[in-house]
């Protein structure tokens, strides 16, 4: 199993590597030390600390789908022609564009600083690991 340095553990949560020390000394997150003598978190502890962490904002639609994956954001520019627009939307740390017609950006009235949600259903996710696996 792979193990995470604190440093590295910051870089994932988007926060200073004090914070990740603050939640081992709090024992929210369980810390070890490596055959250097470093601080590593393993790696299944992190991803379950990370799932605990994760807030969603609510969907504030109301709507019941069977797409899981909803992205509540803000509107942050539209690009468009007369037939096609290129939407994108800051959700939390993630970016979302989205590719429709101008039509449907004018009948929803999407413009920046609109909230919006982005509902994306699919059947292929791409999954990338970092560096080369022989």
């Not at 962490?53 to 954001?73: I, K, L, M």
């Not at 004018?106 to 970092?130: D, F, I, M, Q």
């Amino acid at each position: 199993m792979p193990q995470y340095r604190i440093s590295e553990a910051a870089e994932l949560f988007g926060v200073s590597d004090d914070t990740v020390r603050r939640w081992v000394d709090a024992q929210q997150l369980t810390a070890e030390r490596d055959p250097a003598g470093r601080l590593v978190v393993d790696g299944t502890v992190l991803a379950t600390f990370a799932r605990a962490q994760a807030r969603s904002t609510p969907d504030p639609s109301g709507v019941g789908r069977s797409a899981r994956n909803r992205f509540v954001g803000l509107v942050t520019e539209v690009t468009q022609d007369s037939v096609m627009a290129q939407v994108e939307l800051q959700c939390g740390p993630h970016r979302v564009v989205s590719l429709m017609s101008t039509e449907a950006v004018r009948e929803l009235g999407l413009t920046p600083g609109v909230l919006a949600v982005a509902v994306v259903k699919s059947t292929t996710v791409v999954v990338e690991t970092p560096g080369a696996h022989a």
